[in-house]
């Protein structure tokens, strides 16, 4: 459930204002298992995250909804550093987690700030794009989310003489803003913010001050910190921890040692102390292997081969991968030590001779396979001169079959959270459909779940509503309710429209046999969907018999 803002009513605690409120209920583990949908490993930094920021929100709602009884002066924000290599999900698991809580977000690279007064980028500036991300409601920005990334780059190298005004003054000018400050959200040398200012006090006499405090905006912090490992592995052999000699006996065993990293690493890299206590919680991002970067690919809602499909399929082309070439592209990227970015650029070089060339041939299809991965521009050459090969064919039906079993593998892993979270029952024949809907109208898993979920509702829905309009009480088998589901997505029908016209055989029929017997309750089968008028016969015949 995404955040939504409303106005507090007045209460005997809250005298002098009104004060905004959101309406969070979004729970820890709820969180981690949507980031599970879209992130591949990273299952420590998934839980704290998670955990922390579904705990900010709670908390930022607990103290609201009790007003003036507490002092909010001891309100810590659980403000993030994450640490880890390039590539590896930092911006796109944060862009994820706004999106699921429904917050204003902004990123903003630390690089291209300076001390206030300095030429460069004013830190301030980030919470005015909060709020205009938030189209200017000031109410809602106050809870939204600002990402600092490369923030590692503002350390202090300890070799500047003078004011360092782009890293050190860039963290002092921070310190206000991650606690607590009151930012202005016109910008003194705007020459249109001057001349609002000056007509307003033209008209009444007094300055009008318009800010945004940041007591509940959450900062999160993220970099590849390279260095720090040094820094950390010193420390830890200076401590001679007893796990170290068994480490250091076994040269193969590589160690994270990022994972130990603690506050005072920070302030060893170059950050004051009182930037890294503004950071009460520090979460690291593993590095990919590549069985983790085969899992990237593999993933039906991987941005980077939906991306590529959909490429293709502007032209009219649909595009499919087997799994022997999803491996061994995993395999090419993983010996450029960037991550998952390196998956962008071994997907492009694969693909770009076929994207150039197919939209100029009759082929309405690509089958992606480990010969196409070795040598793209030979298996081009060939299928250039030998279109009717029935191998190009084979290769996208084989690349078909296998994209659909892992995505039914992928929604069979998963159905447990999203039908038993939803309380929708899970049927061969729901799976089916998310399938063709995932395939037909190019949506994601969840998309199509969601679909599938908003049109079964609408089902029970219609099932009220029929009882409201006749008096006659209806409730349609799972059975026919998939089968409903499957002529709706079919004709591309309204589910009111496709009931209203079965429920018009039905409703004389089921009225006669409701007067003679006095039933309550009319289970619909399937049988009822497929033959309305067979289904209907057999009931007033039985219900004759009965008699």
Known sequence: MAVRFFPQQKTRWVEREKVSLIDFDLKPEDLEAYLDEYLVGQREAKGILATKICTHFHRVKYF?????????????????????????????????????????????????????????????????????????????????IVYLDEIDKIASSGHIVGPDVSRTGVQRALLKPLEETEVELR?????????????????????????????????????????????????????????LSEIQEREDMKINYLRFVIPEDLIAYGFESEFVGRFPVITVFDPLSEEDLYAILANPNSVIVVSKKRDF????????????????????????????????????????PFEKALPSTRLSYLGVTPEMVEDPEGVLREMRSNPENPRWREWYARARREEEERLREFLLQRKKIFFEQYKFPFTPAKLDLVLKLHRKEDLDPQQALEEILMLWRQIRSFEKSFER????????????????????????????????????????GLKLVQDRTGKKLFELPGEAVKSPESFLNRLVSTSYRLD
């Open 313 to 352: 399929r502007a032209y009219g082309i649909d595009l499919a991968f087997t799994d022997e070439a999803l491996r061994r592209m995993a395999s090419l990227a993983s010996r450029e030590n960037t991550g998952a970015r390196a998956l962008s650029r071994v997907l492009e070089r694969v693909l770009i």
């Open 64 to 144: 609201l909804e009790r007003g003036e009884r507490f002092d909010e002066v001891g309100f810590v924000k659980n403000n993030i550093i994450i640490i880890g290599p390039t590539g590896v999900g930092k911006t796109f698991m944060i862009k994820l987690i706004a999106r699921r809580i429904g917050v204003p977000f902004v990123k903003g690279d630390a690089t291209k700030f300076s001390e206030t007064g300095y030429v460069g980028g004013d830190v301030e500036d980030l919470i005015r794009d909060l709020v205009q991300e938030a189209e200017g409601n000031v109410d809602k920005a106050r809870f939204g």
């Open 469 to 508: 309009r006749t008096g006659i009480r209806i409730a349609f088998s799972e059975e026919a309710r998939d089968l409903i589901l499957d002529e709706v997505l079919k004709r591309d029908e309204g589910v009111y429209a496709f009931c209203d016209r079965i429920l018009s055989i039905l409703e004389y």
């Open 187 to 243: 910008v003194p040398h705007d020459p249109i913010t001057q001349m609002e200012a000056i007509e307003y006090y033209r008209r009444t006499g007094r300055r009008k001050r318009n800010t945004i405090n940041t007591r509940y905006i959450l900062f999160i912090a993220s970099g590849a910190f390279s260095g720090l490992e040094e820094i950390i592995r010193k420390r830890l052999h200076k401590q001679k921890l007893g796990f």
